[in-house]
């Protein structure tokens, strides 16, 4: 597959792209096709792409947004999910759920209709913090994947914005949130990534992951989370890089260029900065109460490195800065939005709004809510509550002044800039998924994180061993016995020296007294209350981790790995 270049902030791109969003929204709006509405607001659609001159990919989206009539800015900047695991054929419930969302039977309808800048490919994973905005899934095994991707881009390719390739996103994260998991690449956490402290590992898995992203017609992931885990919260957790911001920094910028690497548009999440509260930003508004000066010198130091690295995207988050903008969510705030990611931060890329079917964004009406996101500082509306109900507010506000007609087609360049960025890059075939260089980089990365918090750093057990988990956990108890066995070690299913295992929210209540040792697959938290000699830490329960794992006690890998978070009273390692 071709390398995507994408420089950093400071390069060529980025000047470009500054230089002709300068000429569209300051040197007087280009003369455009202005169909007039249908009845329900929106005009029929041209049936081909308006023709674009070659050349970067800034001017390459300057020209073609002087081009497009209101209703296809409008659709450029909106990012729904639909309903259905193909593009053109859904069942009757995938039907009516895109007639509720929508007034369209089927994704392509959807697209066409609201003449859409991208779409997002949404599903549920085990222990996932993510699952109450998770309407539905449509995502499966790589290959319905592949053929639903292909359909996606066969109707955005009818539209006038068609010559620049349809944005497809998921949250594939690796860890408690990632939405495809048969038959592809699986990395350890996050977390576990941080406990490695080796970002050259970890640009390497996320180029492997990145690569498999693209084989199914994924273009943009909605990963890394940058978030500097501060608060112990099981919405974060494991999903961040850790508590060091600068250790957070290098792990982000690993993950940015390796998936950039591999074509696939990175997006740094959720700025401001969620792992500095423990509250659930799917159900209530958190809120920061931290000093302007410590966030600048915590949560937003793995941004900036992520912006560094040449991050195509950043999202924001629906979180209350009280030093900033109090009362405020980020997604909502021009202060922190404009101010301080582009002005501060210097970001030049496209700002994704956090899931607007999320509860503090709800506060507003679809449309409302995305006119106040994109005269924020959005320049991409993901997952509004009705699609057509946020299309119509834009266009309508578009039309009465309320939204400036500057601030859409700023961000609809934007987003038609990484388009083009993304734009010509050969797909590989879907049998680069699994090859054996991304497994192995999976699994060194695995096997680095690997954590003695109490014990010795050789075998903490001897003899047959009897593997047990937290209730729920019979996979991973399996897989853990499996590659147990492979290496070399006796598993019994009673009457061995008990190795249990605990996951994404357990708590004291799921832990054995009587266990020789307890392992956390997840956040290491609970094990300052786990009276086994031996603690250690995956915190990860891919198949991938619990085969790294595996090694260690059978005393065939020595754990390199050091805690990213503080577990009181226990060192970050035992093993120097």
């Known amino acids: 597959m071709a390398r995507v270049s994408i420089p950093s902030r400071r390069g060529g791109v980025a000047v470009a792209a500054l230089t002709a969003l300068l000429v569209a929204g300051c040197a007087g709006e280009p003369e455009r096709a202005r169909p007039t509405p249908a009845a329900s607001g929106r005009s029929a659609v041209p049936s081909t792409p308006v023709p674009v001159p070659a050349g970067d990919p800034a001017s390459r989206a300057a020209a073609l947004v002087g081009s497009l009539a209101d209703e296809d800015l409008v659709g450029q900047v909106l990012m729904p999910y639909a309903y259905g695991d193909a593009a053109t054929r859904v069942s009757p419930g995938s039907a009516a759920g895109n007639r509720a969302l929508a007034g369209v039977d089927t994704p392509a309808e959807m697209i066409a209709k609201y003449r859409l800048g991208g779409l997002i490919l949404v599903g549920f994973s085990a222990d996932d913090p993510t699952g109450s905005n998770q309407a539905t899934t449509n995502v499966d095994n790589p290959k319905q994947v592949r053929?639903?991707?292909?359909?996606?881009?066969?109707?955005?390719?009818?539209?006038?914005?068609?010559?620049?390739?349809?944005?497809?996103?998921?949250?594939?994260?690796?860890?408690?949130?990632?939405?495809?998991?048969?038959?592809?690449?699986?990395?350890?956490?996050?977390?576990?990534?941080?406990?490695?402290?080796?970002?050259?590992?970890?640009?390497?898995?996320?180029?492997?992951?990145?690569?498999?992203?693209?084989?199914?017609?994924?273009?943009?992931?909605?990963?890394?989370?940058?978030?500097?885990?501060?608060?112990?919260?099981?919405?974060?957790?494991?999903?961040?890089?850790?508590?060091?911001?600068?250790?957070?920094?290098?792990?982000?910028?690993?993950?940015?260029?390796?998936?950039?690497?591999?074509?696939?548009?990175?997006?740094?999440?959720?700025?401001?900065?969620?792992?500095?509260?423990?509250?659930?930003?799917?159900?209530?508004?958190?809120?920061?109460?931290?000093?302007?000066?410590?966030?600048?010198?915590?949560?937003?130091?793995?941004?900036?490195?992520?912006?560094?690295?040449?991050?195509?995207?950043?999202?924001?988050?629906?979180?209350?800065?009280?030093?900033?903008?109090?009362?405020?969510?980020?997604?909502?705030?021009?202060?922190?939005?404009?101010?301080?990611?582009?002005?501060?931060?210097?970001?030049?890329?496209?700002?994704?709004?956090?899931?607007?079917n999320m509860e503090p964004a709800k506060r507003w009406p679809p449309g409302e809510a995305a006119v106040r996101a994109l005269t924020a500082g959005n320049d991409l509306i993901l997952m509004p509550p009705h699609v057509g109900k946020a299309y119509d507010g834009l266009l309508a506000a578009l039309r009465d002044g309320s939204l400036p007609r500057a601030r859409l087609v700023d961000a609809a360049t934007r987003v038609l800039t990484m388009k083009f960025t993304l734009a010509d890059r050969s797909v590989p075939d879907l049998s680069a998924l699994g090859a054996p260089a991304h497994r192995e980089a999976a699994a060194a990365l695995a096997a680095a994180s690997v954590t003695v918090l109490r014990g010795p750093c050789g075998p903490p057990v001897r003899g047959p061993v009897t593997v047990t988990a937290s209730a729920g956990r019979d996979r991973t108890r399996a897989a853990l016995a499996e590659a147990l066995t492979a290496a070399g070690v006796r598993v019994v299913s009673r009457g061995g020296a008990v190795v249990h295992l605990v996951g994404y929210g357990d708590g004291v209540e799921d832990l054995r007294a009587d266990a020789a040792v307890t392992v956390a697959m997840d956040t290491p938290y609970v094990l300052a209350k786990a009276a086994s000699p031996a603690l250690l830490a995956t915190y990860s329960s891919s198949r991938v981790s619990m085969t790294a794992l595996a090694e260690v006690l059978a005393g065939r890998s020595r754990p390199v790995g050091r805690s990213p978070v503080p577990v009181r009273g226990l060192p970050a390692t035992t093993c120097s």
């Not at 890394?224 to 999903?239: E, Y």
């Not at 390796?258 to 799917?282: E, I, N, R």
């Not at 949560?299 to 950043?314: E, I, K, N, Y």
């Open 147 to 356: 053929a639903l991707t292909t359909g996606l881009r066969d109707a955005a390719a009818r539209l006038p914005a068609g010559s620049a390739p349809l944005l497809i996103g998921t949250d594939q994260e690796h860890g408690v949130v990632t939405r495809i998991t048969d038959g592809v690449t699986l990395l350890p956490s996050a977390l576990a990534a941080g406990a490695a402290g080796r970002p050259e590992l970890t640009e390497a898995a996320w180029r492997a992951a990145g690569t498999e992203l693209a084989a199914m017609g994924i273009n943009v992931d909605f990963a890394p989370v940058a978030d500097v885990l501060v608060t112990p919260s099981t919405v974060i957790g494991s999903r961040s890089y850790g508590a060091d911001p600068k250790v957070a920094a290098a792990q982000v910028g690993g993950a940015v260029r390796g998936l950039q690497a591999a074509g696939v548009a990175a997006t740094l999440k959720h700025f401001p900065g969620h792992g500095h509260s423990a509250t659930d930003s799917h159900k209530a508004l958190p809120v920061l109460p931290q000093s302007r000066a410590a966030l600048e010198a915590g949560a937003w130091t793995p941004f900036r490195a992520g912006v560094d690295a040449g991050a195509l995207a950043v999202m924001s988050g629906h979180l209350d800065v009280r030093a900033v903008d109090p009362g405020t969510p980020a997604t909502f705030s021009h202060k922190l939005l404009t101010g301080v990611l582009r002005g501060q931060l210097g970001f030049r890329g496209v700002v994704i709004t956090d899931g607007m």
